[in-house]
């Protein structure tokens, strides 16, 4: 009777409202869906304009650890040369000292040579004639010149090292400084590598996935709209 038909009627449409709403349910879910993949496509676009410019920061920290390794072997060259510089100053200021010694022994002769009046030579005992005076005295004075001309030509390589040691001194400070900055760069190089790969990851997940996925969709809920 019209009962049973009013019944039917109902059935159907409380079953047409079950899947409008099933389907009205499956288009939330795919609306929540595509706006998760729309965030994470303009996450995707961030980190793929970030990617260029870790790349250049990483470029700079190699270029800058060039830099501190190349200024640390230059120190360490300087080091060595400084060693050098100080080994060469001790060892002629020890000369000038015995140079000084044999010097004031050479005058002391000279001294005797021209005190002497007669007799015998002071310094070698033979007969002392003028001509034997003349002669050692010559040689004396030629000694005591080629010492004095020695002893001048140290005393300028000694102020010449002196003042190489101290630029050499400061540059060697420096070193401390360039291996801090070693390792800043190092530590600043890693730090980028680590990014790079981590975007890398990111992209090709991107890639394989979501990429792929968010046409389907914008293309699948644009014909629903329809």
Known sequence: GLGDVY????????QARATLQTLEGERQVQQQELQRLQSQAARINQVSQEQAAVQQNLEQAARALQDA???LEDVQQKHVRLMQAMAERDNLQATQKALRVSMDELAERRQRLQAETGGDCPLCGQELT??????????????GKEQADQFRTHRQTLADLAAEIEIL?????????W?????????????AQARLEEIAR?????????????????????????
């Open 7 to 14: 019944k039917r009627q109902e059935e159907a449409w409380h």
């Open 169 to 177: 001194e400061k540059a060697v400070k420096e070193r401390d400084r």
């Open 179 to 191: 291996q801090r900055e070693l390792q800043s760069q190092q530590q600043r190089q890693a730090t």
């Open 130 to 143: 003028e001509s034997h005076r003349a002669q050692v005295l010559s040689q004396v004075e030629a000694q």
């Open 69 to 71: 390794q190349q200024s």
């Open 202 to 226: 990111a992209l090709a997940e991107w890639q394989e996935a979501g990429a792929q996925r968010l046409p389907v969709l914008q293309e699948q809920l644009q014909d629903d709209a329809a």
